[in-house]
């Protein structure tokens, strides 16, 4: 009761298909798995590009923080 069962999941598949006609269902599925695919290449490219920038931030933080004592040592001398 309120589901859907699987011959009206048969039906309104008919229909699409009837409507549309399988040409443009595939050209449509084809776009839509372009899409995907696309959204998770940017996806993981803005990982990689979040990741790198942590990186660097960090060696920036270790070069200053190497600087800073030889800097000291320089003042004391």
């Known amino acids: 009761m309120g589901g859907i069962s ?4 048969l039906i309104i598949a ?3 298909v009837l409507l549309f006609g399988t040409k443009k269902l595939r050209s449509l599925g084809g776009d839509l798995g372009g899409a ?3 959204f998770k290449n ?3 490219d803005e990982e990689k590009k ?4 942590k990186e660097a931030a960090a060696q ?3 070069q200053a923080t190497e600087k800073k004592p030889e800097a ?3 003042e004391q001398a």
Do not use: C, P, R
């Open 14 to 16: 008919l229909i699409v």
């Open 36 to 38: 995907i695919k696309g």
């Open 60 to 62: 920036t933080t270790q």
């Open 6 to 9: 699987i011959w009206q999941l």
């Open 72 to 74: 000291d040592k320089k």
């Open 50 to 53: 979040a990741l790198e920038d």
């Open 42 to 44: 940017a996806m993981s």
